[in-house]
């Protein structure tokens, strides 16, 4: 307003005061949301690890609360930071299903926000600290899994969150031989806690998940759901065999869902165009974490 002032023209303080208008207006909405919202309240706290990572897994009941497949939303909670952050939306029903009123966090510990937030939640659901958490949203718009012949999932570690509700979306249109999933992970921990809203949903013989250890985890690891496997995985290999198998199956469109570090992301992103051996269309949608 000041700038508009000194120069003395009408029309740009008319602009001026419209866009400090409606920049109140947003500020009173969020703040309106805020206060409209009813708290949640915390089902479930607790940290899952093991040499390779460690990870929260934070159950909220928030009542009237809805989303949508592979949506997200901002986790408030003052005692960890008063920036709020953004985390998928996984489905917090019993049996993995999306259920209106219950929501979960599924995040990896690797900043300030999330080392707080594991030390609150070590303490369990009962726990003090956790008592102000707010969830705002949900936010996103997923892709349209419905538009096309195949869903093809390539996430790495963490990223595999949104998947947790959008593979049973897929499957609400695809047949189990349509929906694929390549899935580099670290963490058997991880694995084991994600595993039950994927099995469900995807034919295992027909998916590629790796658990890539380091040297400091020389382990045994036991059976691995999802049909899992140690070791690499090659996703420009692996894609190309998905295509050529989807065509046969009289697929002519996919869409490619990625959601990963930027390394694999650049390659799955990639990959169609430089081994397509078939006619497949595919459209891209990437999430990408950092």
């Known amino acids: ?34 206060l409209a919202a009813p708290p949640p309240g915390v089902r479930s706290a607790e940290v899952i690890s093991d040499q390779e990572a460690t990870h929260v897994v934070l159950g909220l009941d928030v009542p009237g609360f809805a989303h949508a497949a ?16 953004p985390f998928t939306l996984v489905p917090g029903g019993d049996q993995g299903e999306r259920v209106r009123g219950k929501v979960q966090v599924i995040a990896k510990v690797c900043g300030e ?19 102000g958490v707010r969830l705002e949203g949900p936010f996103g718009a997923p892709p349209a899994l419905d538009q096309a012949d195949a869903v093809v999932f390539v996430v790495g570690g ?71 496997k140690e070791g690499p995985g090659d996703v420009v290999d692996w894609l190309a065999g998905v295509s050529a198998d989807l065509w ?23 990959a169609p165009s430089k081994r397509s051996v078939t006619g497949l269309q595919w459209q891209v949608h990437v999430e990408q974490f950092f």
């Open 1 to 34: 307003l000041e700038h508009a002032a000194k120069l003395a023209t009408p029309g740009i303080i008319a602009v001026a005061v419209v866009a400090a208008v409606a920049l109140l207006a947003y500020l009173a909405q969020r703040v309106m949301v805020r």
């Open 113 to 131: 926000f999330t080392q707080a937030l594991a030390r609150h939640c070590k303490q369990g659901a009962a726990s003090r600290q956790l008592a």
């Open 248 to 270: 046969a199956d009289g697929a002519r469109t996919a869409l490619l869902f990625v959601c990963a570090n930027p390394g694999l992301a650049d390659v799955a992103k990639s």
């Open 158 to 228: 963490v990223g595999v969150t949104p998947v947790l509700s959008l593979a049973a979306e897929a499957r609400r249109h695809l047949p189990p031989a349509r929906v694929r999933l390549f899935w580099p992970l670290r963490s058997p921990a991880l694995l084991r806690q994600c595993a039950p809203f994927l099995e469900p949903h995807l034919q295992a013989d027909l998916q590629c998940v790796r658990l890539k250890r380091g040297a400091a985890s020389p382990q045994e690891v036991g059976d691995l759901p999802l049909d899992a």
């Open 70 to 85: 592979g949506q997200w939303g901002y986790l408030h909670l003052p005692a960890a930071s008063l920036v709020p952050h």
